[in-house]
């Protein structure tokens, strides 16, 4: 999304076709008669999208997967000290 937007504001006074995210997107413009611009934009290649979307869906679960042992580790550390305190 954050690449599409800057596609849009990167065109400047030059139209043209401009691609971002390794081609996966683009956005177009063009001079239409009486001095308008005709603006289009969409997905040109699917594969982009999908590797930063796994990519993505990596980071977040190595995360999880982080977030879940360290609360493991906090709970035995707690664990720990209340056995190693009540006998002694």
Known sequence: MLCLLFLMFSVGEELGRR?????????????VTGGGVDA???????????VVLGVCIGLIALVQLTY??????????????AQSGSGA
Request: neutral net charge; glycine residues 14%.
């Open 40 to 50: 289009t934009m969409g997905i040109n290649n699917t594969v982009g999208v999908l």
């Open 68 to 81: 879940v042992g360290l609360k493991r580790y906090r709970d035995d550390l707690i664990r720990e000290r």
């Open 19 to 31: 691609e971002g995210l390794f081609g996966a997107l683009y956005f177009e413009a063009t001079s």
